[in-house]
């Protein structure tokens, strides 16, 4: 197995955008607060920025991993935010999602999984882009909060595969690239593993 890494800082307090490989993998991790502009002032807003968009654009371009990994603070999915306002999550951000989704089918790059988090839940949904194939978005980010935010399961755009919010969890990824059919299993764990969902596997 091989582990490549690269990481990015700019600025005094410094952001940070980095990516990295393991075996047939790769894995970018965004940056959605230091370049974000206020969507709610901002004709157009950006959550990436320019330097960090065109650095995610080329990378995921040349990758010929199985899987391109993007994590981002925030669901790229519409209306999934669980609260009333959501222009915190990228539906402030509406022409830079579709343009990350517009040059991803443009560019027939493959095997693209979001992960996400900020919502205090779990969740597994399917993202239903015209023109592009579905890409999956794998949620989960409670494991030390006692709150949880309510389950969406109806949201323009997706569709939605399941959910845990019950008690504090964290999720495990495992990949499979060696079938024919190279396989991505996604699995909620709770902070008492027998009330964890049983998860679901994903074949791309």
């Not at 980095?18 to 970018?28: G, R, T």
């Not at 065109?54 to 609260?83: C, H, N, R, Y």
């Not at 109806?154 to 019950?166: K, V």
Request: hydrophobic share 35%; aromatic share 14%; net charge negative.
């Amino acid at each position: 197995m091989t582990y490549k890494t690269a990481l990015v800082w700019r600025g005094l307090c410094g952001c940070s955008y980095k990516n990295f490989s393991i075996a047939d993998v790769d894995f970018f991790v965004l940056d959605g607060r230091y370049f974000r502009e206020n969507p709610l002032t901002t004709k157009n807003p950006t959550m990436l920025g320019e330097e960090q968009k065109k650095w995610l654009f080329k990378l995921i371009k040349s990758s010929s991993a199985t899987f391109k990994i993007i994590f981002t603070s925030v669901p790229f999915a519409s209306k999934v935010s669980g609260k009333e306002l959501s222009d915190d999550a990228c539906d402030g951000y509406p022409e830079e999602r579709e343009e990350l989704y517009r040059f991803i089918g443009e560019n027939n790059i493959s095997g693209v999984v979001f992960i996400a988090g900020d919502r205090h839940r779990a969740d597994a949904r399917k993202i239903k882009i015209p023109g592009n194939y579905d890409i999956y978005e794998f949620l989960n980010s409670r494991l030390t909060n006692d709150n949880g935010y309510r389950l969406v399961e109806e949201a323009e755009g997706s569709e939605y595969l399941f959910g845990y919010n019950a008690l504090p969890h964290f999720g495990i990824l495992a990949f499979d690239t060696k079938k024919e059919d190279p396989e991505l299993t996604y699995r909620v764990v709770s902070m008492r593993d027998e009330d964890s969902p049983k998860g679901i596997a994903f074949v791309l």
